[in-house]
């Protein structure tokens, strides 16, 4: 199990590495994360949800990605509340407090899921959660030592030395833990080195004498990493404008954005600028098309769209002749109205729409969770992707849909042609569309093949694992309990 020193050290990129290093080898590798947080979720093989960063590292073993790869994945809907996922399936929703107070009730779901890997693999790569230094959340935790404990596994801790202080951050995580679960941590590794790893080598003396720990290697940046998709919204932080020359694609930062690695795609593009408005930041006169991202709360960011003034921008940017279009919760924005009749994303309710596009949204409470191919009925070019989300759209614009998947049409289009919105999450992966997609809005596409990409990438980074971490001492270590 990968453990951390803090959020955000690099705990899902090892793990994927790892993933692929180990299947490189010859094993039946599986990852697993217990309890995850991240409206950023992958639809499975089985027809569940999980987290990204999950899919990712399944996707790196080899292995078709299952809803007992995150058996909990908890989806923030407010600053307080989370929709709880339960092996793919929506649960319940749930206060933080709540959710602190009950969490134990979902402990069977977890072993039972990491127990049908366990029966499949020969190695299950673990990842915990923020960090096991937590001692306020240590009695009944899911994500770290608690589970680590209930399954009887070793555990290892990544530090991130880029951020600093990481000789403190080890020693300091070390020092609040109890006893028993600091047992459980058989070695630590030093993550996002950059520079001359050798400077480093009285630190690693130093760390190894202080916590009596091995340590299994000090891993340099590794840039490519950026051609990942990113686990959680706290990437979008650091995410520059791709290139200032392209053309100017704006997606708006939701406050509770979803799915945004849907427009990784575009953001690897050479001849596309991707750039992430935050609150408060208008919409460029000169911007070319302008992205609605998917929502984990639609009607509460519809409103946050309202607040900013986006709406009023937008219907500035249709009149000078730019081009919009809404992602799944951002397609329900574009339309008339939403209604909310049973109170799913909070009271009872119908919202104004940003009136974009002739269309009606009902928020139902079933929710559409399926991998799909489809056809973009203005270029004729395949889609692969996924759906998720709660509610069905129609109108008058439906009659110009944006895809059709089988027989049955998807999206909207206006009468102009200049605004478009699709239920389809990860259209833009698939290469000919997202070719034939920037052809007509004028710009250029650098030929990018995405997948291979991404392929490219994880074998990159499991060569990376293998030269500058013991892997051969982590499987002897993690054999050892």
């Not at 673990?126 to 960090?131: I, Y």
Request: proline residues 4%; contains cysteine; neutral net charge.
């Amino acid at each position: 199990m990968l453990m951390g020193t803090g959020s955000d050290v690099g705990k899902s990129l090892v793990a994927a590495g790892l993933c692929r290093a180990f299947a490189k080898r010859g094993l039946k590798v599986m990852p697993f994360k217990p309890q995850n947080m991240s409206n950023n979720a992958a639809v499975t093989s089985d027809g569940g949800e999980i987290g990204r960063a999950q899919a990712l590292q399944a996707r790196a073993a080899n292995q078709p990605a299952t809803v007992h790869m995150n058996p909990v994945l908890l989806k923030p809907e407010t600053i307080t509340g989370a929709q709880i996922i339960v092996q793919g399936k929506r649960a319940a929703t749930m206060t933080a407090r709540d959710f602190f107070k009950n969490r134990q009730q979902f402990m069977p779901a977890i072993l039972e899921s990491f127990r049908t890997l366990a029966k499949q693999a020969d190695l299950i790569i673990v990842e915990g959660a923020g960090s096991p230094a937590e001692v306020n959340l240590r009695d009944g935790d899911l994500a770290n030592m608690g589970f680590a404990k209930a399954v009887n596994i070793p555990a290892f801790l990544v530090g991130d030395i880029h951020r600093g202080g990481v000789i403190a951050s080890i020693i300091g995580t070390l020092a609040v833990m109890e006893p028993e679960d600091r047992d459980r941590l058989k070695g630590f590794i030093i993550n996002k080195f950059h520079g001359d790893a050798k400077l480093f080598e009285n630190g690693k003396a130093y760390l190894k004498e202080s916590t009596k720990l091995p340590c299994l290697g000090v891993i340099p940046h590794f840039p490519a990493a950026r051609n990942l998709p990113a686990e959680d919204a706290v990437a979008l932080e650091n995410m520059l404008v791709t290139n200032s020359k392209g053309y100017k694609i704006c997606v708006l930062k939701l406050p509770r954005i979803a799915n945004f690695d849907d427009l990784d795609p575009l953001r690897l593009e050479s001849g596309v600028s991707v750039r992430f408005l935050d609150l408060g930041q208008p919409i460029p006169g000169d911007t070319g098309l302008v992205i609605i991202p998917g929502s984990k709360s639609t009607m509460a960011d519809l409103a946050a769209v309202r607040e900013n003034g986006w709406d009023i921008d937008l219907q500035a940017h249709v009149r000078r002749g730019g081009r919009v279009l809404g992602l799944c919760g951002g397609y329900q924005m574009l339309g008339q109205t939403i209604h909310d009749p049973e109170g799913l994303e909070g009271a009872v309710a119908s919202m104004k729409g940003l009136g974009l596009l002739n269309i009606e949204t009902t928020l139902l409470p079933e929710k559409t969770l399926t991998r799909i191919t489809a056809t973009h009925l203005a270029s004729g070019q395949k889609i692969e992707g996924y759906e998720i989300h709660l509610g069905a759209s129609q109108g008058a614009d439906c009659n110009q849909p944006f895809a059709r998947i089988g027989s049955q049409d998807d999206g909207a289009t206006s009468a102009d042609g200049l605004v478009s919105g699709t239920y389809i999450h990860g259209c833009f992966a698939s290469d000919s569309f997202r070719n034939a997609y920037l052809k007509s809005l004028g710009a250029a596409s650098s030929g990018l093949a995405f997948e291979s990409l991404i392929e490219k990438t994880l074998d990159e980074l499991a060569a990376h694992l293998e030269q500058h971490l013991n892997l051969d001492r982590m499987l002897e270590l993690a054999a050892e309990i």
